[in-house]
């Protein structure tokens, strides 16, 4: 648990601010106030001097959430291995275990998944990261996104994502990505991003839904788009500004 102990509001709002957006489990107490049994880190404010038997981090005012990232750093190192559980797809959800316990979640695009699981690796002395084995292509574009960045395990991730009851949509990625991350898998170093013919041809049928004339991207485009090197909507630009040709 990361404790925010201040009476500086700026440093208080910064602070709590950086910690939901990175879902982090937290709670605040004033500056001189007994800390919690469970905490495990506390933020404290610029020149608020405290003495703790936890690691106290004491924010600097030019850049008040850099402590947040320090803070989950030295949480990642106390005990535990981390793992990052990655459900892929348009939107991956990401849940960030250590110890069994999440201590973080998001739900980003595609695009952004690599970037947020290499943030939320640093620091920790030997993360692994579990990728699901759905959604194929996504999960292929994020093993490249990574570079090696990190060790990464393929998963199957066949029944990872629960039945959500009312008041719960949204939140099946994420939980299905902490279901990722409690299951073992086989290490890998990449995956293959070549698309399949039905892949394509999904990908040409979206296209044609999309464009205002209804006119179908070529086989060429519809490839292009399924490796990640263009979005549909460029595709389509791109098919009506002349023909294409397979790279």
Same mark, same amino acid.
């Given at each position: ?5 201040? #009476? ?90 250590? #110890? ?25 002395? #030997? ?20 570079? #090696? ?99």
């Amino acid at each position: 648990m990361i404790v925010v102990a201040t #009476d500086d509001f700026e440093i208080y709002h910064e602070v709590i601010t950086a910690l939901r957006t990175r879902g982090s489990e937290f709670t605040t107490v004033r500056k001189d106030a007994p800390l919690p049994p469970d905490a495990e880190v506390v933020i404290t404010g610029p020149g608020e001097k405290r003495e703790a038997s936890v690691p106290v981090i004491e924010a600097d005012a030019a850049d008040p959430r850099a402590a947040v990232d320090e803070a989950m750093a030295a949480l990642r190192d106390d005990g535990g291995r981390l793992v990052v559980g990655v459900d892929p797809g348009t939107n991956p959800g990401i849940a960030v275990l250590r #110890d069994d316990l999440v201590v973080a979640a998001f739900q980003v695009p595609v695009e952004d998944a690599a970037a947020v699981v290499v943030r939320e690796c640093e620091g920790a002395s #030997d993360p692994l990261v579990r990728i699901g084995n759905g959604a194929r292509l996504h999960g292929a574009r994020i093993l490249e996104d990574l570079a #090696d960045e990190v060790p990464v395990a393929l998963v199957d991730e066949t029944g990872t994502t629960p039945h959500l009851g009312p008041g719960a949509r949204g939140m099946g990625d994420v939980l299905a990505a902490a279901n990722i991350a409690r299951r073992p898998g086989t290490d890998i170093e990449g995956r293959s991003i070549e698309p399949t013919e039905g892949e394509i041809q999904v990908i040409k049928d979206r296209s044609r839904e999309r464009a205002a004339d209804h006119q179908t991207i070529t086989e060429a485009l519809a490839r292009r788009v399924a490796r990640g090197d263009l979005t549909l909507e460029e595709a389509i630009a791109e098919h009506r500004s002349g023909p294409d040709e397979e790279p």
